[in-house]
């Protein structure tokens, strides 16, 4: 992809997109923001999965993986299912997996500026408000 701008001009908004939206675009992307958040994001893309199995392959506490877990589920990103014993958690809308595709290519294309972006990456524990 290549795009030019002039470094003193914005770029325009893209058809559709208000600017009172911007917000809730932000923490759109602020939900994906984790890098741990995201790796369960991508895992649940991968086929639905339980606590356990989450904790197994994200391989961090239980207590975190829950955390990031319950912000995946306010945000709405992900749903969850009780069967017997276990609860299994899946992606609510199969955009997620354009959206991390899409993402993937601009990964793709961008990945020598975004590896030393001045943006520093946070460890994020959102309180649902």
């Not at 299912?81 to 955009?95: H, I, M, S, T």
Request: neutral net charge.
């Amino acid at each position: 992809m290549d795009h030019v701008s002039a470094p003193h001009m914005s770029a325009p908004a893209a058809p559709g997109l208000l600017p009172t939206g911007s917000d809730t675009l932000a923490r759109l992307f602020a939900g994906l923001s984790d890098p741990a958040r995201l790796h369960i994001l991508l895992l649940l893309l991968e086929q639905e999965r339980n606590v356990s199995e989450l904790v197994s392959l994200v391989g961090s506490a239980q207590s975190r993986v829950s955390t990031h877990r319950q912000c995946l589920r306010w945000c709405d990103f992900v749903t969850s299912e009780r069967r017997g014993k276990y609860v299994f958690y899946r992606v609510r809308d199969p955009w997620f997996r354009e959206l991390v595709q899409l993402a993937q290519e601009l990964v793709n294309d961008h990945g020598a500026q975004l590896a030393t972006c001045a943006v520093p990456l946070r460890e994020t524990t959102p309180t649902p408000s």
